[in-house]
């Protein structure tokens, strides 16, 4: 039985391309009016997890349900109720703001009437009114992914998929981008993304999925997560170089974990003006010393590894 209705369902849900198993039988559920975020390097399953709730992929074994339909039998009723933004920018380039929202209009057969009203109300989200006769080729990265964003509103989906909404962004054009999210969030649309910025998770996910290797590894809030896998506080100790493992040996008491990084020691701690001062007191001079609070990237990297995954 599939616990309180949620608008998406998997369970023991598996993508797999030939041996390789993308997605490993994952279980996860998302609620209507949610921002869910998937969190993950590259690699992980997330845009795999991603294509088989927009279904687009079938899934090779397990369950799914998109609202409420399954998407292997019911693909084209759950694109029609979907917004989708993918990763890259996909405009008509030759096109205006407003052709671009229209011509995609067009294809939910939505009266031309009612399609001009929604096309206008959309460039005032998109804060692209001013712009609705330019030519996209020239806009900004941050105005296109606004238009982007605005077009897949344009059959006002009740879910909207997000890959990676604000990669190459500058930070002003980010914060501009969450705050339109924030207020498609208030109106009661329902949001599932993925991103590699985990300030961005934070800010935006009610609750998220870290994915490594086809698996998931941890689900929570922002904060349940940082509980759980981090310290309230991280204090940052350089000392010079090739000193970090020598020193290491003198404080690795004082934290409930270490980590020894080429070029630092990380403290995981809960008072981290009590660790330096305990450092000091061992006569240990850093070079620098920074006391920060825990973050959902301490969370990631500590599930995920430091390794690089190309």
């Known amino acids: 039985m599939?616990?309180?209705?949620?608008?998406?369902?998997?369970?023991?849900?598996?993508?797999?391309?030939?041996?390789?198993k993308a997605v490993d039988s994952i279980d996860f559920s998302v609620s209507r009016g949610e921002a869910f975020g998937f969190l993950g390097p590259n690699g992980a399953g997330k845009s795999s997890t991603m294509r088989m709730i927009a279904a687009v992929s079938p899934r090779s074994s397990g369950e799914l349900r998109v609202l409420g339909l399954d998407p292997d039998r019911d693909g084209p009723a759950i694109r029609g109720r979907l917004g989708v933004v993918?990763?890259?920018d996909n405009l008509d380039l030759e096109l205006t703001v407003r052709e671009n929202l229209y011509v995609y209009g067009r294809y939910f057969d939505l009266p031309r009437r009612?399609?001009?009203?929604?096309?206008?109300r959309l460039m005032e989200f998109a804060q692209l009114t001013d712009r609705a006769d330019s030519r996209v080729d020239p806009l900004s990265g941050g105005m296109k992914r606004r238009l982007t964003i605005a077009r897949s509103l344009?059959?006002?989906?009740?879910?909207?998929?997000?890959?990676?909404?604000?990669?190459?962004?500058?930070?002003?054009?980010r914060h501009a981008l969450w705050d339109r999210l924030y207020r498609l969030k208030a109106e009661g649309v329902t949001l599932v993304l993925t991103t590699h910025y985990m300030d961005e998770a934070?800010?935006?996910c009610d609750r998220l999925v870290v994915m490594d290797g086809g698996r998931i590894a941890a689900v929570g809030s922002p904060r349940q997560l940082i509980s759980r896998y981090c310290t309230r506080e991280v204090v940052e100790l350089r000392f010079g170089p090739g000193e970090s493992d020598r020193m290491a040996a003198k404080?690795?008491?004082?934290?409930?974990?270490?980590?020894?990084?080429?070029?630092?020691?990380?403290l995981y701690v809960d008072e981290g003006d009590a660790a330096v001062a305990a450092v000091g007191a061992r006569g240990l001079?850093?070079?620098?010393?920074?006391?920060?609070?825990g973050t959902l990237e301490d969370v990631f990297l500590r599930l995920t590894g430091r390794h690089l995954v190309d």
Not at 2 to 20: C, M, N, Q, S, Y
Not at 285 to 293: K, N, Y
């Open 2 to 20: 599939v616990p309180d209705d949620p608008l998406i369902f998997a369970r023991d849900l598996t993508k797999t391309f030939g041996a390789f």
């Open 86 to 88: 993918p990763q890259e």
């Open 114 to 120: 009612e399609l001009r009203t929604r096309i206008e």
């Open 154 to 173: 344009v059959n006002e989906p009740e879910l909207l998929l997000l890959d990676e909404p604000t990669t190459g962004l500058d930070p002003q054009a």
């Open 202 to 204: 934070e800010q935006l």
């Open 251 to 266: 404080v690795s008491d004082l934290p409930e974990r270490i980590e020894v990084l080429p070029d630092r020691l990380l």
């Open 285 to 293: 001079e850093p070079v620098s010393v920074l006391v920060r609070r």
